[in-house]
């Protein structure tokens, strides 16, 4: 998500390749096979066809790397990473193949600061603890019942209200892994209302309210680059007008006082 929804299509199409990231073609992100195949999948299974071994390198997607201040000498760090199921990280027409690690290493860049930049870390621990501040992320998921009309969900935040969501709909069979479900197809699923109700308060003050079938989606689209803070910097996300509907369907609400989420 971050690589799709905060990286430029530059970026994809070069740094991001280091990673395995191909997008996805719009409206043909289960189809591996045939003249219309997934051009990201057809990327990517070139990479890794017939066994052969991939080398792969990138961030580790997680709160802590997403803050940009050094840890200080003597900070122990641990990082437990568990895989998901091959069902999942994989697509292919025949349930046949696994994905196996060879290795894995952790690269980390150490930085010399000055002898007085130390001494002040530790003057500064005898008075308390450092404090780094990180904004956090986390996925959370509700399934609804097939064939509704309309769902509300209720409570979905007790405490913590977060600054800002990103609403997507995937199939279950997807988000609990299959072959050939690709995970991350967003689907609109005719959705035509959707808001946010934070006690009394309406988040946006008018619903979004799309028709897919007539391609009247604007504002919903609009909302990725609005509500991400991509809109004002001229931040580029690789998503058009068209896509939005095959696949790409997600929904971004800043939830800060101000609308300064990513600021």
């Known amino acids: 998500m971050e690589s799709l929804l905060f990286s430029s299509k530059s970026n994809q199409d070069s740094l991001q390749s280091y990673a395995l990231f191909y997008k996805d073609t719009a409206a043909e992100h289960d189809n591996v096979a045939g003249a219309s195949a997934n051009n990201g999948f057809i990327a990517r299974k070139n990479r890794c066809k017939l066994s052969k071994t991939v080398d792969l390198i990138g961030i580790l997607h997680f ?25 999942f990280s994989l697509m292919s027409s025949a349930d046949n193949f696994k994905l196996f690690i060879e290795s894995a290493s952790l690269f980390i860049r150490k930085i010399n600061v000055a002898p007085s930049i130390v001494l002040a870390h530790e003057k500064a621990l005898e008075r308390g603890v450092i404090k780094m501040p990180i904004r ?70 008018i619903p979004f309210q799309p ?4 391609n009247l989606y604007a504002r919903s689209y609009l909302s990725h680059f609005t509500d991400l803070n991509r809109f004002h910097n001229s931040q580029n996300i690789n998503i058009n007008y068209e896509e939005y509907k095959g696949g790409y369907s997600l929904y971004a609400v800043d939830l800060t006082p101000d609308l300064a989420f990513g600021e």
């Open 211 to 214: 028709n897919f079938e007539s």
């Open 63 to 87: 709160d802590l790397e997403s803050q940009p201040k050094l840890l200080i000498n003597g900070v122990d760090v641990k990082i437990k990473l568990e895989r998901h199921k091959d069902t």
């Open 136 to 205: 956090r992320s986390e996925v959370r998921f509700f399934a609804l019942s097939n064939g509704l009309q309309s769902s509300t969900i209720a409570n979905a935040f007790i405490g913590q209200i977060p600054t800002c969501l990103i609403l997507g709909l995937v199939s279950n069979a997807a988000y609990n892994g299959s072959v050939s479900k690709n995970p991350f197809k967003f689907q609109h699923y005719n959705l035509n209302y959707l808001s946010i109700l934070d006690r009394s308060k309406m988040i946006p003050a």
